[in-house]
């Protein structure tokens, strides 16, 4: 199967049940989304699929076969940060930084669908993405600083 992540078609010869996330990981050296729970309730192995937010670690790679992929690694185009990246190193919300890759490409998927979210939209949004370190207030900031007004 032909599995398009981040622009790259990667021919994988796997059994469709193996999780999205092993794959990334372990076939295509793409470690940014992290394990967390396994069971899709962290949010820290969070890729976009099609646009949309997914939890690699449930997602199977049967189900994503010719969809585009993409992972936290994806986000930087010729050495620019995504917008959202750059507004996260400014405004430095983490501590451990696990869930960091997860939180962001969340925020990519809000701010595509809605580029000037308030801050409950932000919140509901981002419900399901956990933070350990609990710096949800400078993460809502970061996803304000990429927003556009």
Request: contains cysteine; negative net charge.
């Amino acid at each position: 199967m032909v599995l398009n992540v981040n622009g790259v078609k990667h021919e994988v010869s796997l059994e469709p049940d193996v999780e999205l996330l092993s794959v990334l990981r372990n076939e295509l050296e793409l470690t940014g989304s992290k394990y967390g729970c396994g069971e899709g309730a962290c949010g820290a192995c969070t890729v976009l699929i099609n646009g949309t937010p997914s939890r690699s670690c449930i997602t199977t790679v049967g189900s994503v076969a010719g969809k585009e992929i993409t992972t936290i690694e994806g986000l930087e185009k010729n050495g620019t940060l995504h917008p959202v990246q750059a507004a996260f190193l400014e405004t430095d919300p983490f501590q451990c930084s696990y869930c960091a890759p997860g939180m962001i490409m969340s925020a990519v998927a809000l701010l595509k669908n809605n580029p000037a979210p308030t801050e409950d939209a932000i919140i509901k949004s981002m419900d399901g993405n956990i933070c350990r370190c609990g710096t949800y207030l400078n993460i809502i900031k970061a996803i304000k600083l990429a927003s556009k007004p």
